[in-house]
């Protein structure tokens, strides 16, 4: 079956008098080659080596090269180009193509489950590990402050620039290639979720854990914050039933939050035998 085409154009419901023409977007536009780092041999060098490892062609290098920027790069050189466009055009993209196979491939499931696979699939923790399978975190390029700070392993940097990558094809080289590449990379992490080996949810593991053990649920605390505003790395700390987690961090509220419900759901679980 051929993969569904993004519409690449917005009509007019019931064009009135005076309407504006409908919007249309070619999937061959690709924007000026405004870039903060420059194409130098040794970069064309990597992002060539980068693309036949991937197993995608690029006709831009600009492009592609653009789709590693974070936009610490922006805040620090004064450059206002960097990924988020792309990442912002490559999550549709990564959203469509994954509800396209499972809502072919997943002929009996309701609609709630096909969501629930998705949200598993496109979601900053596998995206991140996909992107770190493809070494993208060698190629980010980073502001000084985003590169001490270890941008180069923060997951919402690696999603993003993996979401950037799929957009940055997708202009380069069209919605079938696009298709192609998201297929292959996420395929995997289907057949993971469908067998429950994919990523776990932590916070709500240990809270069903902590309810049906202690009749309680689990209370997260905040217990310190590092680094600058831009960049702040979260310290939290879970108690349940008088027993302290952690600190866990992470770089927001939430994802620390996660890591240090991983933590006291891990040592519960082994302690507990089950």
Known sequence: MKPLRMLTTISNHSKSKGSK??????????????????????????????????????????????????????????????????????????????ADLLYKTLKQKSEGDLARVKSVVVSEDVISELALELKIDSLLVLGKGEELSGGRTKKAILADAFEALIGALYLDSGYDKAYAFVSRMISAEITRVLENRH?????SLLQEFCQGKYKKYPEYTLVKRSGPEHSRIFYIE??????????????????AEREAAKMAYEALIMGSGE
């Not at 990523?199 to 916070?203: F, N, T, V």
């Open 21 to 98: 023409a409908p919007f249309t977007a070619s999937p061959d536009y690709a924007p000026a080659p405004i870039t903060a780092v420059e194409l130098t041999p040794a970069r064309k060098k990597a992002l060539a080596a980068f693309s036949k490892s991937a197993g995608i062609r690029f006709k831009s290098q600009e492009l592609l090269n653009l789709s590693f920027m974070h936009r610490s790069i922006s805040n620090e050189t004064g450059h206002k180009t960097n990924n988020e466009r792309l990442e912002f055009l490559g999550d549709a993209i990564l959203g469509a193509v994954a």
């Open 199 to 203: 990523y776990q949810d932590y916070k």
């Open 238 to 255: 879970v108690s349940i039933n008088g027993e302290v987690f952690g600190p866990a961090e992470g770089t927001n509220k939430k994802s």
